[in-house]
């Protein structure tokens, strides 16, 4: 049953997107401009999110910390090539009660200043090196047009912050952290994303390199989910973050920073999700299976609480939708919420000693005989469900990869439908700047991949690296 | 061994306080006035407070959201009893870039506007009811004078928010709460706090009454740990959240609030703590259990990993310091730092077929032999440490609980050492007055007990209520 709050996806993709957050109970707007709610169900995924990518990080040796999110003027002016990228989107604080502040206050964009102010007093010697740290808070940045996690002037993150005594060991971490948003995306969220290098147009500001994580929509635009930061020692000298070497010499720390947001959820909604809803892939489901009893009987109950204490008992979370609203009802609101899994126990289905079967990815019905090990048979379907998940994932991403020779074959991509367009460049900005005049396509990343063509797409000259082009969120 | 980074307790509390503070690295200044690092050994007692606490939320029903930090002015002035009380405190963000907002923006010292709002929104009918909401937020206070978890410019906490279709429902749930909140001092923190309703004068800003959970530092001094509110329908006839009731009439809902934040680790502290640095009660410690081994020897390595992955798998979270410092070093450390139990395996030892355990709460080693069963020790002895631990705070507050029948007894009390005072009292707010200028002692909670006196503790007219008085923090 279509869901008439969802415009189809389509007919108006931008309006599907929103259609979805609302109808799955994701978010909303609020009386903060350019703020949004994070509503239950959303922030059950993030609190998914940053349950499995915590774990992660700690055992790769990292710790959490907690920093300010108030920063002085002066000492945020430090690192200029930092400020000048985000003086334009940063909300300051001057007052308190009615009194003015003496200097203003940064709401925390960004806290590469406060990180490494800490530094500065803690690191004296290689022996206090690595720092391994991450920090888990809310960011803020002007943005002028807003759409729920995909775009928002307040929205959550995590920031690793790391400094290391050699060179080695911090690029090291900037692609060691790199492969776990990578491995994130590809077994937790289903999303086969692509990762590489960002050119030194797009890179972030005042970063030797920065590695990103891409992944392409279903509309066949790029969101970039997840970057990875090596700063060399520019940061560690505007801050002074300096270190006793093991040949006793004084030297300056090298400086690593590594990002995912909520936007996560924005890309989940617009690589899985369908004119049906919201599609959850199992594994970042908050609750991967609901239980719908149907009809009023002892039996139903009974294998209701009996299916559902077994999956709890396999950690498999899963809740029973014992509300007094309509079988119907509660299927659609299942569907909407992308539930992976839904078991629904009829009492005319147990006469036949049969239960149903939904699956959200397909929308397919399975008929079951009650008796079924049903640990066994969720536990196997979520995992098909996963794997299917990220094979039509990939699909998609592969019928909508290109490769362009020339302008033109750019241009007659960009005008058909946007995807992930592979071309070859030759590392002028200048042909970089004349390629965003078509559509806004920007290099997304430049990959490790075997070249195909001797020549830049753009200017012809010598290529010298195989980038991908796209169009982006 | 005194560790000299830490002031005597009984010397200087304040001072030692702060000292156990840094030594155990739990937090730091940074260049933002009156706001602090928490630092990783500090932020790991947080998260282990936030996942108990939320895990309990949860199984009451409560499920987690997230509201913006900035709060437009107009929206905020709409409950004047609320702001009256916050104005001072208020930060303001004024500006984006070098642009003037046309509205100031106050930054979240509290949430029940954005609650209200949003509430207005999604609150139609009584089956919308309850929404059992909670946040886990940073929010700002300019505070004048702060110190570390205790007061702090930005701090970390929990408010949950509440509406219900009946006051009944309502009220249940604000006792609940506050039992939540007693439990887990009582059963997590080993903290015999004591719970009561606060006077006029001391509830919330705005609130019908508040209960509140107080405990009882070491010198005496008392510290708010963990309020509940209930507002009635004063918040929601402000901010216009109305449903219509099961006889299908418009009613506004009745609504709660309670939190708890970062102050509970300087509860922990001052509850806790001694000479030598931290004691974390087994229950909050992040990782209760280290094994030093010392000696270079296989047999040694061999027993601490066969430990440590014993303990682990047990869910006893354990790390073994094989740092390159020295045993005394890491003895020391994992002193200062609080941890519970600490096994030391030296090759010497292992020679008599034995290993030391050593308690941190007492200080006291045990020569244990090596084949032990580990998991038993070692689990029966955290118990063991977790009770003693509680028995310690519940004498120390024994001892420092008075009863006052004149102002003369409170005088004299309070000029010897502050506690928490036993008195009764008429009611009338002139004579919490009154005895404010006794050294700032203020009224803590009334509490359901028998009384102890027919007059006021003050005025000596007839007293209403069995009240708790003390200095705060």
Redo the contacts between chains.
């Keep these: 049953m279509k869901n008439d709050a969802i415009t189809s996806r389509d007919v108006d993709f931008a309006k599907w997107y929103t259609d979805v957050v609302r109808a799955a109970k994701l978010a909303?707007y609020?009386?903060?401009?350019g703020?949004?709610?994070?509503?239950?169900n959303g922030?059950?995924i993030?609190?998914k999110i940053q349950s499995i990518m915590d774990k992660k990080f700690k055992e790769l040796g990292h710790?959490?910390?907690?920093?300010?999110?108030?920063?002085?003027e002066k000492?945020f002016n430090k690192e200029k090539e930092l400020i000048e990228g985000f003086?334009?989107?940063?909300?300051?604080?001057?007052?308190?009660?009615d009194k003015k502040f003496d200097e203003?206050?940064a709401?925390r964009s960004t806290s590469e200043t406060?990180f490494c102010?800490?530094y500065k007093?803690?690191v004296r010697s290689h022996k206090d090196l690595p720092k391994l740290?991450n920090q888990w808070?809310?960011v803020?940045r002007?943005e002028k047009e807003t759409r729920p996690f995909l775009r928002s002037?307040?929205f959550?993150w995590q920031e690793g912050h790391t400094v290391h005594a050699t060179e080695e060991e911090a690029i090291k971490e900037t692609y060691q952290m790199m492969d776990v948003y990578k491995w994130f995306n590809h077994e937790i969220l289903a999303i086969p994303s692509i990762t590489g290098i960002k050119t030194e147009k797009e890179k972030f500001a005042g970063a030797e390199f920065t590695i990103t994580n891409e992944d392409l929509m279903y509309n066949g635009v790029c969101l970039q989910d997840g970057t990875s930061h090596y700063f060399g020692q520019k940061f560690s000298k505007a801050y002074d973050v300096k270190f006793t070497n093991k040949e006793n010499k004084e030297e300056y720390a090298y400086y690593t920073t590594w990002g995912k947001t909520t936007r996560a959820i924005a890309a989940i909604i617009m690589v899985h999700a369908d004119d049906y809803g919201l599609v959850l892939p199992p594994r970042i489901a908050p609750k991967p299976v609901v239980i719908i009893p149907i009809g009023e009987s002892e039996e139903v109950d009974k294998l209701s609480n009996e299916f559902k204490d077994k999956l709890i008992s396999n950690d498999i979370m899963t809740y029973i939708d014992d509300s007094d609203k309509s079988p119907g009802f509660k299927f659609a609101e299942a569907e909407v919420n992308g539930i992976p899994v839904r078991i629904e126990i009829g009492k005319r289905d147990l006469e036949n000693n049969t239960i149903t079967i939904a699956r959200r990815d397909t929308r397919e019905k399975i008929t079951v005989d009650k008796d079924v090990d049903i640990v066994k048979y969720v536990s196997d379907l979520l995992e098909t469900i996963q794997s299917d998940m990220y094979n039509r994932a990939l699909e998609k991403r592969e019928s909508l990869t290109f490769e362009a020779h020339n302008l033109e074959d750019m241009e007659k991509i960009l005008n058909t439908q946007p995807g992930f367009i592979h071309a070859m460049w030759c590392g002028d900005e200048a042909c970089e700047d004349r390629i965003k005049e078509i559509k806004g396509c920007k290099s997304r990343c430049i990959v490790d991949e075997e070249k195909i063509d001797d020549k830049c797409v753009c200017c012809g000259k010598e290529a010298k690296h195989h980038v991908i082009w796209g169009i982006q969120y």
Tied chains: 1, 2.
């Design positions: 909303d609020t009386s903060v401009k703020c949004i709610a994070i509503e239950p922030y059950a993030w609190e710790v959490n910390i907690q920093l300010p999110l108030l920063i002085p000492l003086a334009p989107e940063l909300i300051w604080a001057t007052e308190v009660g203003r206050l709401i406060l102010d800490y007093k803690h740290y808070c809310n803020f002007y002037r307040e959550l």
